[in-house]
């Protein structure tokens, strides 16, 4: 079987900076490398290819919470069909559009056990039916923020560093060792495979907070869309 084994490996770490972690240990005043899912201001566009691009007249509902194919636990993909790869193609084009750098298929309103992500090294990587297989003992706290969370961000704890396995768009397994921003992405979008979002790893009074205001949001929606219906009626 083939088998792609790949190292992501940090810059050379600051032995002094604390705490000890690829993703952020980036030294005072510097330019975080990104919040997962979301770039941060005055880091370049991704680049998207124009015949990519203009399918997209418009672009694809990604899903936010309260939303239930973001609880539910994702099926495995049986198997890698033209479909799949078409939409794994367009997942990239919406995680761009969104500048996001990484999309799970629950995201965009699919319970499949499937996402993409694109992270520091700048490689699109697609992890169908993955499995974290391995997990370091040291941990590490990023700030992290979620498409389908939008405009909220949290220190969020994990592993530093993991070992995962999947298969790509071609239907061959890979085992991938990850440490810094790309290992933090891999996890969160994990995650959303099993129906789980960031808010759930942070402090239950933040999570409650963002809760509310999420659900005061849809209520205020849901109240202006009756309005419009009455008027037209
Ligand atoms: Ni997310």
Redesign the pocket.
């Known amino acids: 079987m083939f088998s792609l084994l790949l190292s992501i490996t940090p810059a050379e770490p600051n032995r002094t900076a604390k705490p000890a972690c690829h993703a952020c240990s980036q030294p005072a005043g510097a330019l975080r490398p990104a919040q997962?899912?979301s770039r941060p201001a005055g880091s370049p566009p991704h680049l998207i290819d124009d015949s990519r691009r203009n399918r997209y007249f418009t672009s694809m509902k990604v899903y936010t919470l309260g939303e239930e194919v973001l609880r539910e636990k994702a099926v495995p993909v049986a198997e890698i069909t033209d479909e799949i790869r078409t939409l794994i193609s367009d997942m990239f084009v919406q995680m761009k559009l969104s500048d996001g750098i990484?999309l799970?298929a629950p995201?965009i309103g699919k319970s499949l056990r499937l996402f993409v992500v694109q992270a520091d090294d700048d490689v699109e990587r697609a992890f169908i039916n993955p499995q974290i297989i391995e997990t370091s003992t040291e941990l590490c706290s990023y700030e992290e923020g979620?498409?389908?969370?939008p405009k909220y961000y949290e220190e969020v704890v994990r592993p530093e560093r993991i070992t995962v396995q999947a298969l790509n768009e071609r239907g061959r397994r890979f085992t991938l060792e990850a440490d810094g921003l790309l290992a933090r992405v891999i996890q969160?979008?994990y995650d959303?495979l099993d129906g789980i979002?960031?808010i759930d790893r942070i402090a239950p009074d933040k999570k409650d907070k963002i809760v509310h205001k999420f659900r005061e949001k849809a209520e205020k929606e849901q109240k202006k869309a009756e309005k419009t219906a009455t008027k037209d009626s």
């Open positions: 997962v899912c990484g799970a995201q979620c498409l389908s969370v969160h979008e959303h979002l960031f």
